[in-house]
């Protein structure tokens, strides 16, 4: 009687993947059924991103199916699309789904976008993907391309957009907005971008621009450390925003306190109620004690609000809230700068976040 095979692949078949010989890679499935599953994903041998072109083409001559899904329901197709090694063309040709959906409704052309990999978008509408492809959510494949891209990714999204809006893809008052963002969240972090890559991600981002008919973001103006800290009247929120801009730094701490004041309110709001405190640990409680003791110095806030200000960071000091706390304490931090206008250098605090 025939030994059954495995239904799963060796836990090192990704290094595998990297170093054995094609007659070692089939001898694997001397053990292993030719759809086991391996990785996070619990792919088959197709789905890994590295499995080698020789590999592949025997897989499917012995049966394994092209369109075989992974636990979000990804094909091949899907990861080597959202993947720089390519080898998109060689699953088309295999037969694969070019319209395969995953659980979120995502086609391969939407992990290519989502994923800011050019060369495997142009190759999929070369082969005839739907341009005007929408997932569950409702999201075309040029809005998602926009919505998930960070500064990193600019250059490519430009060629992305530059392929699809010339493919027929209609701009929209969505985009127009993803694009603005875009704009803030690089200005904002211009002075800590990486300068090797600067050049390209500028023209990137002035193609965005012309693409899409957007007045391009200002650069911003950072505090010179020196001169008196002023903000325009109006509520606290906005208030927050305009020093956030003016004396918040793209990474790390502020270089003065009361850029710092600023910095550690929002950011403490930000880790509770759009990260769900998930990263809450020693730091962001030495944050808090370090919030509330700035509070206290050089012209301090009211004998009230100081203890408003201790009792707000002692109940957040867990990492939950419902809101009212964290933008309390940021309408103090606002109200401490507003009485301290002449900057305060920061001494080096006790926290690396």
Same mark, same amino acid.
């Given at each position: 009687?025939?030994?059954?095979?495995?239904?799963?692949?060796?836990?090192?078949?990704?290094?595998?993947?990297? =170093?054995?010989?094609?007659?070692?890679?089939?001898?694997?499935?001397?053990?292993?059924?030719?759809? +086991?599953?391996?990785?996070?994903?619990?792919?088959? +041998?197709?789905?890994?991103?590295?499995?080698?072109?020789?590999?592949?083409?025997?897989?499917?001559?012995?049966?394994?199916?092209?369109?075989?899904?992974?636990?979000?329901? #990804?094909?091949? &197709?899907?990861?080597?699309?959202?993947?720089?090694?390519?080898?998109?063309?060689?699953?088309?040709?295999?037969?694969?789904?070019?319209?395969?959906?995953?659980? =979120?409704?995502?086609?391969?052309?939407?992990?290519?976008?989502?994923?800011?990999?050019?060369?495997?978008?142009?190759?999929?509408?070369? /082969?005839?993907?739907?341009?005007?492809?929408?997932?569950?959510?409702?999201?075309?494949?040029?809005?998602?391309?926009?919505?998930?891209?960070?500064?990193?990714?600019?250059?490519?999204?430009?060629?992305?957009?530059?392929?699809?809006?010339?493919?027929?893809?209609?701009?929209?008052?969505?985009?127009?907005?993803?694009?603005?963002?875009?704009?803030?969240?690089?200005?904002?972090? #211009?002075?800590?971008?990486?300068? $090797?890559?600067?050049?390209?991600?500028?023209?990137?981002?002035?193609?965005?621009?012309?693409?899409?008919?957007?007045?391009?973001? +200002?650069?911003?103006?950072?505090?010179?450390?020196?001169?008196?800290?002023?903000?325009?009247?109006?509520?606290?929120?906005? =208030?927050?925003?305009?020093?956030?801009?003016? &004396?918040?730094?793209?990474?790390?701490?502020?270089?003065?306190?009361?850029?710092?004041?600023? /910095? &550690?309110?929002?950011?403490?709001?930000?880790?509770?109620?759009?990260?769900?405190? +998930?990263?809450?640990?020693?730091?962001?409680?030495?944050?808090?004690?370090?919030?509330? /003791?700035?509070?206290?110095?050089?012209?301090?806030?009211?004998?009230?609000?100081?203890?408003?200000?201790?009792?707000?960071?002692?109940?957040?000091?867990?990492? $939950?809230?419902?809101?009212?706390?964290? $933008?309390? &304490?940021?309408?103090?931090?606002?109200?401490?700068?507003?009485?301290?206008?002449?900057?305060?250098?920061?001494?080096?605090?006790?926290?690396? /976040?």
């Amino acid at each position: 009687m025939a030994k059954r095979k495995r239904k799963t692949l060796p836990k090192d078949f990704g290094q595998l993947l990297e =170093q054995a010989s094609l007659e070692e890679l089939i001898a694997v499935f001397d053990q292993c059924e030719l759809e +086991a599953t391996g990785g996070y994903s619990k792919s088959t +041998a197709l789905g890994f991103y590295n499995c080698p072109d020789e590999l592949v083409r025997w897989l499917v001559e012995q049966g394994a199916g092209i369109d075989a899904r992974d636990t979000y329901q #990804r094909t091949a &197709l899907h990861h080597r699309s959202s993947s720089w090694k390519g080898g998109v063309d060689l699953l088309l040709d295999l037969g694969a789904d070019i319209e395969a959906q995953d659980y =979120q409704g995502d086609t391969p052309l939407h992990a290519a976008a989502k994923s800011h990999k050019v060369q495997a978008l142009a190759a999929l509408i070369r /082969r005839g993907a739907d341009i005007d492809a929408r997932n569950r959510q409702g999201h075309g494949v040029l809005q998602i391309a926009l919505a998930t891209t960070s500064n990193a990714d600019i250059e490519a999204t430009a060629k992305i957009a530059q392929i699809l809006l010339d493919a027929g893809v209609p701009a929209d008052d969505a985009m127009l907005a993803e694009v603005q963002r875009i704009g803030r969240e690089f200005e904002f972090h #211009r002075a800590g971008f990486n300068p $090797d890559y600067l050049e390209a991600t500028d023209a990137g981002l002035a193609c965005l621009y012309g693409l899409f008919g957007v007045t391009p973001v +200002a650069s911003r103006q950072l505090h010179d450390g020196k001169a008196a800290i002023s903000v325009a009247d109006g509520p606290w929120h906005n =208030q927050h925003q305009q020093l956030w801009q003016l &004396l918040v730094p793209s990474n790390g701490p502020a270089a003065t306190v009361q850029g710092e004041v600023i /910095r &550690l309110s929002g950011r403490i709001s930000r880790e509770i109620h759009h990260n769900g405190a +998930a990263n809450w640990d020693a730091d962001f409680k030495a944050m808090l004690t370090a919030l509330v /003791r700035h509070l206290g110095n050089a012209v301090p806030l009211p004998p009230g609000e100081l203890a408003e200000a201790q009792a707000l960071a002692a109940a957040l000091c867990g990492g $939950d809230d419902d809101v009212a706390r964290t $933008d309390r &304490l940021s309408a103090l931090a606002v109200q401490w700068v507003i009485a301290n206008p002449q900057p305060l250098s920061l001494p080096l605090p006790a926290y690396r /976040r």
